[in-house]
């Protein structure tokens, strides 16, 4: 049986991997904008603070559908980063207000345990997914292999 105290955990838990996530697909993008204006080569500072500004006022969406226009991604990490936005709005966007009153429950606390717990999985892979991406363009640049993974 859940308690509530496992919930409230799992849900904060679950609320981290979507950060890393968000986080993940930002650098990403900051990684590729500094390529494409040579920041590695000539350093501009101010340019690089306001890419950086315009990423953290972005969406998850926002980022997903920017990063799509500059980074070669296939039509199955489409679907699994569009599958991982839709996990995190289920999660920040209504998930006490779907499961109303089951907390008050031991059958309904486990019902949002297990699907916190679906929503971890999720938005977890999605993030090693992005991290993974991350590591093999910052391996490009420094131009050594990536390390296993």
């Known amino acids: 049986m859940t308690t509530r105290d496992e919930i409230y955990a799992k849900f904060g838990i679950t609320a981290e991997a ?3 996530f968000e986080t993940e697909l930002g650098t ?3 990684y590729v904008q500094g390529m494409q204006n ?3 080569v000539v350093p ?3 340019s690089a603070q306001a890419a950086l500004d ?3 006022r972005c969406t998850l969406g926002g ?3 920017t990063l799509k226009k500059h980074v070669g991604i296939d039509e199955h990490l489409a679907a699994r980063f569009a599958s991982a936005l839709q996990a995190r709005n289920r999660l920040n966007h209504g998930f006490y207000e779907r499961h109303n009153f089951k ?4 059958e309904g606390r486990d019902e949002m345990f297990a699907d916190l ?3 971890h999985t999720e938005l977890f892979n999605a993030w090693r997914i992005a991290s993974t991406m991350t590591e093999l363009a910052t391996k490009a640049l420094e131009g050594g292999a990536p390390t296993d993974m």
């Open 18 to 20: 979507a950060q890393l």
């Open 28 to 30: 990403l993008l900051l």
């Open 38 to 40: 040579d920041w590695h």
């Open 44 to 46: 501009d500072r101010n």
């Open 54 to 56: 315009h990423i953290e």
């Open 63 to 65: 980022l997903i559908t």
């Open 103 to 106: 907390i008050e429950t031991d």
């Open 117 to 119: 717990e679906e929503l």
